[in-house]
């Protein structure tokens, strides 16, 4: 199982961006799938989060400018960031937590990354 985020990319501030991120593989069953981003020398934070149900949970002062949304028949959750500010810059990370067909269990799934960076 892999997890393929793509996106990313240079945009000045106030622009928009759109991520993407596609589970591949033998997947089961999805039952979140979310966005974290690691700003350079900070900790990994919560962006956002969406059940297979579509619940989504936002980070703090996330909500106003982000929106997650997926489609549960291609295994892809997308994150729409407008107005983007200098301090989203980032790694933006993908993360799932499924199941995949080999396994009897449930575990959490991290894609590689993808690198937002916001100009002012």
């Known amino acids: 199982v892999q997890l393929q985020a793509s996106g990313g990319g240079l945009v000045q501030a106030g622009g928009s961006l759109r991520l993407s991120c596609a589970a591949s593989g033998s997947v089961d069953s999805i039952v979140v799938m979310g966005w974290y981003r690691q700003a350079l020398g900070k900790r990994r934070d919560l962006v956002a989060t969406?059940?297979?149900?579509?619940?989504?949970n936002y980070g703090d002062s996330m909500k106003d400018r982000f929106t997650i949304s997926r489609d549960n028949a291609k295994n892809t959750v997308y994150l729409q960031m407008n107005s983007l500010k200098p301090e989203d810059t980032a790694v933006y990370y993908c993360?799932?937590?499924?199941?995949?067909?080999?396994?009897?269990?449930?575990?959490?799934?991290w894609g590689q990354g993808t690198q937002v960076t916001v100009s002012s």
């Open positions: 969406i059940t297979s149900a579509g619940s989504t």
């Open positions: 993360n799932a937590y499924l199941k995949p067909y080999s396994s009897v269990r449930y575990g959490n799934y």
